[in-house]
């Protein structure tokens, strides 16, 4: 009985009635075997297929015997077929209800990329912002009121740039980035460029503009790739995971906070490969002390690497502030959870902890040879008294030898 309703339905579809049929069929289908099962599913095709398998997967009928399913699918094109019907029926299996649930889960995430480079060892804010006034933003306050920061303040490190079209003039705590055709990009003095929202073939425009204000340019520069997704529905403030975040929203504090973590830890990266180098060159070094006995380092270079050593620590200590609580960390816990959570994900304390071991290998090495250097010219020099003492007295002796003549 309703296998023959099942080839009504397929004779019906091809009808201009085809979803008033189908409506009415399952109906009839339904009524007349309960243990029916209707799944609707969506699948990227050019046609639509009326299928009619059996479905093995449910439970079998209390009959004992197979169950069919009525499959249909439909295309997913930009534009709507005059063709194409809507079912608005119930469907009547869970496994085909937990599906969608998933579904509209999944669409509910919007994925952020997020940029890092490190591109000079020091960029101008203030011309970067005088040329940029239209798309600079300052710090938000809760009221959504932009309080726009003199250059000159404690908290000047960075600044943060917004292009494209915003939808909305305001973009408050509530707020965020879904559905915005905005880019982001802060900016910060030391050196480094967090992108927001930008694709590849755009991040050679960005990093130009602020190239022009860079001092310092690096031959390479270094690069680094985050994730930060957006789930209105997530029932905590945020949620980690491999190599992304997810938050409920990504405001502008959002912004600075994530950008503030990966601009150092991009920075610190630079600065830890500088380190590397230093430290391999005393290896090379030693090896040589180790084959031969000497070395032939010459006391410029030392002071030299002295010198690079302690304006690396310097640099990450001040510039990078390394040590220095994020400012809108201090004033909203959660903005503080997402930087310290940040924090422990790019493992800052840990590396900043391997570099400065490896600077003080690098400072044992210094000291070390400069006192064999200080050493050995302690010796030349009392060469030089100890033949300047012997001539004395040879001249001396010859003075006496000739006046006894």
């Not at 009985?1 to 009839?28: E, F, H, I």
């Not at 890092?116 to 040329?131: E, N």
């Not at 710090?139 to 920061?149: G, I, T």
């Not at 029932?235 to 994530?258: P, V």
Request: aromatic share 10%; proline share 2%; charged share 20%.
């Amino acid at each position: 009985m309703w296998k023959s309703n099942c080839v009504k339905t397929m004779r019906a579809l091809s009808s201009s009635s085809c979803a008033a049929v189908l409506r009415s069929s399952v109906r009839a289908l339904h009524q007349s075997n309960p243990s029916f099962t209707f799944t609707r599913t969506r699948f990227v095709s050019s046609a639509r297929t009326l299928a009619l398998f059996p479905q093995t997967r449910f439970n079998s009928c209390s009959n004992g015997g197979s169950r069919f399913c009525l499959l249909v699918t439909r295309s997913l094109c930009s534009m709507p077929s005059p063709h194409m019907f809507d079912l608005n029926e119930p469907v009547y299996s869970s496994e085909a209800g937990d599906a969608g649930g998933g579904l509209a889960e999944q669409d509910a995430k919007v994925s952020i990329p997020v940029r890092a480079f490190f591109i000079s060892t020091s960029i101008d804010l203030r011309g970067l912002t005088d040329q940029n006034k239209a798309n600079y933003i300052g710090c938000l306050r809760r009221d959504d009121k932009a309080n726009f920061m003199p250059l000159w303040s404690r908290m000047t490190n960075y600044v943060v740039l917004r292009f494209g079209d915003a939808k909305s003039n305001s973009f408050g705590v509530g707020s965020g980035l879904r559905g915005s055709d905005c880019c982001y990009m802060v900016v910060f003095q030391y050196g480094s460029v967090v992108l927001f929202n930008i694709l590849d073939h755009e991040v050679d425009g960005y990093l130009k503009i602020v190239e022009r204000h860079a001092s310092g340019l690096l031959p390479e520069m270094r690069k680094d790739e985050y994730e930060v997704r957006e789930n209105p529905a997530l029932q905590t403030w945020m949620q980690g995971g491999l190599d992304y975040i997810m938050l409920q929203n990504l405001n502008i504090d959002g912004i600075r906070t994530i950008g503030s973590v990966i601009g150092q830890s991009i920075a610190l990266d630079y600065y830890a490969c500088q380190v590397d180098g230093m430290v391999a060159e005393f290896t090379e070094i030693n090896l040589g002390m180790e084959k031969t006995g000497s070395f032939t380092v010459e006391k410029k270079r030392l002071f030299q690497l002295a010198g690079k050593a302690n304006s690396n620590l310097a640099d990450v200590i001040l510039k990078l502030g390394f040590f220095e609580r994020f400012d809108i960390a201090w004033k909203d816990a959660n903005y503080a959870q997402i930087w310290e959570y940040l924090r422990d994900e790019f493992e800052l304390t840990q590396r900043f902890t391997t570099l400065d071991f490896k600077l003080k290998f690098v400072e044992d090495n210094i000291k070390f040879l400069q006192e064999t250097l200080h050493n050995r010219k302690s010796n030349s020099l009392e060469w030089v008294i100890i033949i300047l003492i012997g001539a004395e007295i040879a001249i001396s002796v010859y003075d006496i030898a000739h006046k006894s003549l």
